[in-house]
């Protein structure tokens, strides 16, 4: 299974950014898929998820209502739709999968994409 995330960079405060993570090798609607994001000097942090059967989707306190996330199972991809975004949203952003259920925890996921960084400026 590789799962690769891209679509990050460097914006400005209130802007939006849309991230993918494409999947392979993988039965990718069998799995839930989660984002999560690790800001420097910081633990990796759950953001959100996508059950399996797409129809729920999970965020933390942080990102609920600014953060959207969707699946495309033709193209085995997740988005990460990110709104209003602030300063404190700058971290690394890393998709994973191999979860039997949609967790908050990083130990529950057995692949990670490579992550991409997300750069908010005030």
């Known amino acids: 299974v590789q799962l690769q995330a891209f679509g990050g960079g460097l914006v400005q405060a209130g802007a939006s950014l849309r991230l993918s993570c494409a999947a392979s090798g993988h039965t990718f609607s069998t799995y839930p898929m989660a984002w999560f994001r690790q800001a420097p000097g910081k633990e990796r942090e759950f953001v959100g998820g996508i059950g399996w059967a797409d129809i729920n989707t999970y965020y933390s306190d942080s990102v609920e209502g600014r953060f959207t996330i969707s699946r495309d199972s033709a193209k085995n991809t997740v988005y990460l739709q990110m709104n209003s975004l602030q300063p404190e949203d700058t971290a690394i952003y890393f998709c994973?999968?191999?979860?039997?259920?949609?967790?908050?925890?990083?130990?529950?996921?057995?692949?990670w994409g490579q992550g991409t960084l997300v750069t908010v400026s005030s």
């Open positions: 994973a999968t191999g979860s039997e259920i949609l967790s908050r925890l990083v130990s529950s996921y057995a692949y």
